[in-house]
């Protein structure tokens, strides 16, 4: 394929380097993965809104995590599976396929941001406010929470792609398993000045934004267990927060690896990976973490295997 057609519909993706012996492994790999991201998220999902004890702030800001993995993992993996038993010359997609994989991406990156933060003001309030939360975190302050979430979210990467699909391409190959933004731009022969300088601010301030809300909100939770004698109280917020702290540190770090691992041409195939794995780690390990964390979750799958024995 040329690699030069101006502003070609068809583009091609690298995809991953991987030999003929591995292909299988590899492929099952993702697969077993992915199913798994499906099941366990769309499970503990259902047994929240199924069970009305579990309406609680906490698991319904939770809530928006799983679906965030499902949605971003499914516009991912399943095209990366058909991608692996192709030839790379058949490793095709419409720009337009493109542009909506790059949109969905970094919905999910910029999302995950987003949901932790709100998910940090729950347990700040729930913590150091403990007599005004039910009156501060009523359902209409868990659904404004939600949508300012992937509102914030929509509109930051609306503007990233926005200016991205505004510039003519005169390259048709995608060096990258999947589609991003960095992608996208990089098969143009205009200046990208303004695309580098709103995605460096993008990334800034989504960054201060998140470490700044955890720093704040841990930093005052920290006081407030530290001058407190209530020991149930701080077995609590140790309980809960340790739970938000991982997911964050786990989504935070694999955001930051694939970042880094951009702007190092020569690690090219450890940021495919990478950036594949920072899809499929958190999606696998946040419902195992906040399910294995959360004693309200675990009574409830408890209770359920009873009932499913006694039917037995």
């Not at 380097?17 to 999902?45: D, G, H």
């Not at 800001?61 to 499902?70: A, G, K, Q, S, T």
Request: charged share 10%; net charge positive; hydrophobic share 50%.
């Amino acid at each position: 394929m040329d690699n030069y057609t101006f502003n070609s519909f068809t583009l091609q993706l690298e995809g991953l380097k991987v030999t003929e012996v591995s292909v299988y492994p590899v492929f099952f790999f993702f697969l077993v993965s992915y199913i798994f991201i499906i099941v366990a998220n769309i499970a503990i999902v259902a047994l929240i809104f199924i069970d009305s004890s579990l309406h609680q702030p906490m698991y319904l800001l939770f809530c928006n995590l799983p679906f965030n993995d499902v949605l971003g993992n499914s516009i991912l993996i399943p095209h990366l599976l058909m991608d692996l038993l192709r030839p790379p010359s058949e490793r095709l997609i419409t720009y337009y396929e493109c542009v909506a994989q790059a949109f969905t991406t970094h919905m999910f990156g910029t999302t995950s941001h987003t949901v932790l933060i709100i998910m940090a003001f729950d347990r700040y309030v729930a913590i150091c406010n403990p007599l005004r939360y039910a009156a501060i975190m009523n359902h209409r302050m868990v659904i404004k929470l939600t949508i300012s979430a992937w509102a914030v979210a929509f509109v930051l990467v609306g503007i990233l792609l926005g200016l991205t699909i505004r510039l003519n391409r005169c390259r048709t190959l995608i060096t990258n398993p999947y589609c991003d933004n960095a992608s996208l731009f990089k098969l143009s022969c205009d200046s990208v000045v303004i695309n580098n300088i709103y995605g460096l601010t993008f990334t800034v301030v989504l960054f201060i934004a998140s470490i700044g809300s955890i720093v704040v909100t841990y930093t005052k939770i920290t006081i407030v267990c530290v001058t407190s004698n209530n020991k149930s109280v701080n077995g609590k917020a140790l309980k809960t927060c340790s739970t938000h702290l991982l997911m964050y540190l786990i989504m935070f770090a694999s955001g930051i690896l694939v970042i880094a691992l951009h702007r190092v041409p020569q690690y090219s195939d450890y940021r495919k990976i990478c950036a594949i794995l920072f899809h499929i780690i958190p999606g696998s390990l946040n419902p195992i973490i906040y399910g294995v964390q959360s004693k309200e979750i675990q009574k409830k799958d408890n209770s359920q295997k009873s009932i499913n024995r006694k039917k037995l």
